[in-house]
């Protein structure tokens, strides 16, 4: 697997991306970290106080700019946005942050025609859709992180309640990343056994369906529970998306459920949701149809419609 350029340019200097920047760096990954904001202060004392650490990570230039930053970038992350307020839907906050991705996106693109874009603003997978249209770039290079995060969430909550290492669990949420979320427990295993026939023989004795049900009501409700208590999800997204810049700039070919453009899915089109995708230098190499159960298929696509829904409404 090879590296080539290392540069990542990161719109939006708030607490996602400023502790992406800081996972990013510590990560070694990239050679050139840009920071992008239009509070210019605010970038450039993110810059100086990531720069102090330069004697205990490995070589990295980092630097606050203007969008002409952007040139020769091989990812630009974009973290900009109106944030979400306690008790605050990520749907409630398109038309606000719509309006900021006009105005971000075209700066984007004049400088970073060849880069892959990647979405983390909320609602992330309108948003995701949104900069695909606007940006003209090919579908496989503008992605949306996701429910990598979510995705996480989840295998955290099954490793915690079943006391095997998260790194053996093996489980996705698709779609929407939000409110129609929607967990696979059809595909949902531990070393390779799927849970409908490792839990009834686990020895824990515990209603594992009611469980399951309890765990990914958890995983649904956790950002609102964070947002609640400190204003803000920062720590566990840095780390997700440096999963994902990892699998671009390595050329990793990874699996990881990122938003991308939909095409022909269970009846499913024109829309960005998360499923799981091979993931490389290109962006995305190609999406996995996973075989849903029919229940799985009805939310998916009732996730869809949602989001679809909600566009329709939109004021581009």
Not at 197 to 217: M, Q, R, S, T
Request: charged share 25%.
């Amino acid at each position: 697997m090879k590296t080539q350029r290392s540069k990542v340019a990161i719109i939006g200097a708030g607490n996602v991306g400023s502790s992406f920047a800081f996972s990013l760096m510590l990560s070694g990954l990239a050679r050139e970290i840009v920071i992008i904001d239009r509070d210019e202060a605010r970038a450039r004392g993110e810059c100086m106080d990531l720069n102090h650490g330069a004697s205990f990570v490995p070589p990295v230039n980092i630097y606050p700019s203007g969008y002409e930053g952007c040139r020769d970038a091989d990812i630009v992350v974009i973290t900009a946005g109106a944030k979400q307020k306690p008790g605050q839907t990520r749907i409630a906050l398109v038309q606000t942050n719509t309006e900021i991705f006009k105005d971000i996106i075209p700066g984007v693109v004049k400088y970073a025609k060849d880069s892959i874009l990647l979405v983390v603003s909320n609602p992330m997978d309108i948003l995701t859709y949104l900069t695909l249209k606007i940006s003209g770039l090919p579908s496989g290079r503008v992605i949306g992180s996701g429910t990598v995060l979510d995705t996480s969430r989840l295998r955290y909550l099954i490793s915690e309640h079943c006391h095997v290492d998260a790194r053996n669990i093996h489980a996705y949420i698709i779609g929407e990343h939000g409110d129609t979320e929607v967990p696979v427990w059809s595909h949902a295993n531990i070393g390779g056994v799927v849970l409908a026939k490792y839990c009834p023989v686990c020895n824990a004795n515990c209603d594992y369906k009611k469980e399951l049900d309890g765990i990914f009501e958890e995983v649904k409700n956790s950002a609102y529970k964070i947002i609640e208590t400190k204003g803000a999800t920062y720590y566990a997204i840095a780390l997700a998306l440096v999963k994902i810049v990892g699998a671009i700039l390595r050329d990793e070919n990874s699996v990881l459920p990122i938003s991308t453009l939909i095409d022909g899915y269970y009846g499913v089109e024109d829309i960005c949701l998360s499923l799981p995708s091979m993931v490389n230098r290109s962006g995305v190499e190609r999406i996995l149809k996973l075989e849903l159960s029919a229940d799985e298929e009805k939310k998916f696509r009732r996730s869809a419609e949602t989001l679809k829904g909600i566009i329709k409404q939109i004021k581009l």
